[in-house]
T-cell receptor, first 114, second 115 residues
Framework: GQSLEQPSEVTAVEGAIVQINCTYQ??????LSWYQQHDGGAPTFLSY??LDGLEETGRFSSFLSRSDSYGYLLLQELQMKDSASYFC???????????????WGLGTSLAVNP | EAQVTQNPRYLITVTGKKLTVTCSQN?????MSWYRQDPGLGLRQIYY???????DKGDVPEGYKVSRKEKRNFPLILESPSPNQTSLYFC??????????????FGPGTRLTVL
């Protein structure tokens, strides 16, 4: 079956750097996404990796190693507003056609303290 | 403004009383999906639709129905709600053609309580 694992909670201080890991087990892997969700709000897209390596978008970066079935989200220069839940999601092909699905990790709650 | 809208945002109802949560998107997306979110269980997909008149079960479809008669709308129907369907529900849409990474756009959520 398909599965994702990510830590349930991470705590850091303002200005620091934090890394949220995501390991997955899936066949037909297509790409790894990251979403941010503030309390009570809707998830919003942060980044996507289909190829190995680092993708940088401002203070956020995302990394993927397909050979290790592993990725991470790196948040730099942490701000209080970064306190939120972060979800990894894997897109995979589930049949011989072009059909792809998303499976979601359970989320990592990040608390940024002053 | 490109968006996904859901109605109602909050609903308290009683067991067995049929209800519909509407979802509409104005981005001409082919793909739409419903999720429920419960503490400690993350986002679980209920149903999804690849296009008009094409729907399929997600991971937790029991007790729910959907329809996709128009591209922009994807209502979620609970024919006989039960307390275990108390949850936060999200509708999402995306277009593989517009976004190669299939970015999902989420609605604001509907908080449903079934007594």
């Amino acid at each position: 079956g398909q599965s994702l694992e990510q830590p349930s909670e991470v705590t850091a201080v303002e200005g620091a750097i934090v890394q949220i890991n995501c390991t997955y087990q899936t066949s037909g892997f297509y790409g790894l996404s990251w979403y941010q969700q503030h309390d009570g709000g809707a998830p919003t897209f942060l980044s996507y990796n289909a190829l190995d390596g680092l993708e940088e978008t401002g203070r956020f970066s995302s990394f993927l190693s397909r050979s290790d079935s592993y990725g991470y989200l790196l948040l730099q220069e942490l701000q209080m507003k970064d306190s939120a839940s972060y979800f990894c999601a894997v897109r995979f092909s589930y049949n011989a056609g072009n059909n792809r699905k998303l499976i979601w990790g359970l989320g990592t709650s990040l608390a940024v303290n002053p | 403004e490109a968006q996904v809208t859901q109605n109602p945002r909050y609903l308290i109802t009683v067991t067995g009383k049929k209800l519909t949560v509407t979802c509409s998107q104005n981005m001409n997306h082919e793909y739409m999906s419903w999720y429920r979110q419960d503490p400690g269980l993350g986002l679980r997909q209920i149903y999804y639709s690849m296009n008009v008149e094409v729907t399929d079960k997600g991971d937790v479809p029991e007790g729910y129905k959907v329809s996709r008669k128009e591209k922009r709308n994807f209502p979620l129907i609970l024919e006989s709600p039960s307390p275990n369907q108390t949850s936060l529900y999200f509708c999402a849409s995306s277009s593989p053609r517009d976004s190669p990474y299939n970015e999902q756009f989420f609605g604001p959520g509907t908080r449903l309580t079934v007594l």
